[in-house]
């Protein structure tokens, strides 16, 4: 089946560095993926939808120079978070949804950032 | 207004009994899908069960089933014979639209414990 690698599964960095996340489409090509962050105990909040060879659709409240995201092929997407603060500390999940087929979008695994 | 509703914070249930997740849903759309998503505490997003909006009939997979009342518009999800591995944080969301690449929205979910 469809299957949606994100690495890294955990990452720490120091305050002011900039972290990249990768979520990959295995065995599909994703022309869409969605990013999501999710603060403890709370919901998944959308970030951004990423378009392959477009710019990336932000939501509203969330700043695209901080949150970078580069969608260059057809089967990866990376975010990047910019110089880091604490509070960027969060865990970030990408998804990918399947032409046709299957109705359920394909998460990645998640990445837990920590920033010291 | 929320899209999606959860009104369970957390949920105890006794093993092998059956327990319901509420989820009440609020859109405008007449085509739109419903999902139900299990994360534990590794993180990772495991889809259970959809529904769309169009389906007359509940969708059911394996001890998953959903009570969907498009009237209420609720879409409560029912497992049945609970096990200890079923505990979990439990997310409703839906899917305005018909296609794959529409974003989805969730609610704020529902922790689960099954108690031996």
């Known amino acids: 089946g469809a299957v949606v690698s994100q690495h890294p599964s955990r990452v720490i960095c120091k305050s002011g560095t900039s972290v990249k996340i990768e979520c990959r489409s295995l065995?599909?090509?994703?022309?869409?993926m969605f990013w999501y962050r999710q603060f403890p105990k709370q919901s998944l909040m959308l970030m951004a939808t990423s378009n392959e060879g477009s710019k990336a659709t932000y939501e509203q409240g969330v700043e695209k120079d901080k949150f970078l995201i580069n969608h260059a092929s057809l089967t990866l997407s990376t975010l990047t978070v910019t110089s880091a603060h604490p509070e960027d500390s969060s865990f970030y999940i990408c998804s990918a949804p399947l032409w046709g087929g299957s109705t359920e979008a394909f998460f990645g695994q998640g990445t837990r950032l920590t920033v010291v | 207004a929320q899209k999606i509703t959860q009104t369970q914070p957390g949920m105890f249930v006794q093993e092998k009994e059956a327990v319901t997740l509420d989820c009440t849903y609020d859109?405008?759309?007449?085509?739109?899908?419903l999902f139900w998503y299990k994360q534990p505490s590794s993180g990772e997003m495991i889809f259970l069960i959809y529904q769309g909006s169009y389906d007359e009939q509940n969708a059911t997979e394996g001890r998953y089933s959903l009570n969907f009342q498009k009237a209420r518009k609720s879409a409560n999800l029912v497992i049945s014979a609970s096990q200890l591995g079923d505990s979990a944080m439990y997310f409703c969301a839906m899917r305005e639209g018909t296609g794959n690449f529409n974003k989805f929205y969730f609610g704020s979910g529902t922790k689960l414990n099954v108690k031996p």
């Open positions: 859109t405008s759309d007449q085509s739109y899908g």
């Open positions: 065995d599909f090509q994703a022309t869409t």
